[in-house]
């Protein structure tokens, strides 16, 4: 939360002391943040208030009360709400992925694999997964298979099972990912080979969307 409350100092502002980034509109406000990502947030009447829109989570306080973000954080983590857990949009070595809808039983995810570049070897234990090819092809293993996929084609990874996904190519990979299981967390992968040296890495970094903001 400090980040933004750092944009009065490091930001332009307008004749009447707003900072306004983004996809946002201000009218007759003073002293205001307003950031909006991607759609469109108008801001009328406000005064010395943050108004933060992101793809994780819309943020509405009063600027001498922005300590307290840490307050909501709280009782989202009692919640077992995701948001206060993970980005949206999550930035890996190998490129990103963005959670375009979950529920009990599914998530989906859009990836983007960067060119030349691969995840993990690795296995699931409590979810199958299916890919979806949008752009760019893809070299899947699966179990002792390799498998080449282009646009419009797609593969199904059953649970217990090996995989890894790489881009051979030369334009970004994007696939989208339907994960089904009981369980669909990010801890729930086991490593058998990796590029980035993670298999030793341990859980526990804060990832809170409200407390810091996306990379």
């Known amino acids: 939360m400090g980040s933004w409350s750092?944009?009065?100092?490091?930001?332009?502002?307008?004749?009447?002391?707003?900072?306004?980034?983004?996809?946002?509109?201000?009218?007759?406000?003073?002293?205001?943040?307003?950031?909006?990502?991607?759609?469109?947030?108008?801001?009328i009447g406000l005064k010395d208030m943050i108004v933060i829109d992101t793809d994780d989570a819309t943020l509405?306080?009063?600027?001498?009360?922005a300590q307290k973000v840490r307050e909501v954080v709280g009782q989202l983590r009692e919640r077992n709400a995701v948001e206060a857990m993970e980005h949206r949009t999550t930035h890996r070595p190998w490129g990103s992925?963005?959670?375009?809808?979950?529920?009990?039983?599914?998530?989906?995810?859009?990836?983007?694999v960067n060119p030349r570049a691969r995840l993990s070897l690795q296995m699931h234990l409590h979810?199958?997964?299916?890919?979806?090819?949008?752009?760019?092809?893809?070299?899947?293993?699966?179990?002792?298979?390799?498998?080449?996929?282009?646009t419009n084609q797609s593969i199904d990874i059953p649970k217990s099972t090996r995989h890894r996904i790489e881009n051979p190519g030369k334009?970004?990979?994007i696939v989208i990912e339907v994960q089904n299981g009981e369980?669909?967390?990010?801890?729930?992968?086991?490593?058998?080979?990796?590029?980035?040296?993670?298999m030793e890495e341990e859980p526990g970094l804060d990832r809170s969307p409200l407390r810091n903001p996306a990379p």
């Not at 100092?9 to 983004?22: A, C, H, W």
């Not at 979810?127 to 282009?150: C, K, N, P, Y």
């Open 127 to 150: 979810r199958s997964e299916h890919w979806v090819v949008i752009a760019g092809t893809a070299r899947v293993t699966l179990g002792d298979q390799e498998i080449f996929l282009h």
């Open 60 to 65: 509405i306080c009063a600027k001498d009360q």
């Open 6 to 43: 750092a944009l009065d100092d490091i930001s332009e502002k307008d004749g009447r002391g707003n900072v306004i980034l983004g996809n946002a509109v201000v009218i007759d406000s003073d002293n205001t943040i307003v950031r909006a990502d991607k759609r469109v947030v108008a801001a």
């Open 171 to 173: 334009v970004p990979l």
């Open 183 to 198: 369980y669909l967390e990010e801890d729930d992968i086991i490593r058998f080979q990796d590029d980035y040296r993670r």
């Open 97 to 112: 992925y963005t959670i375009l809808d979950q529920g009990p039983m599914y998530k989906i995810k859009s990836v983007t």
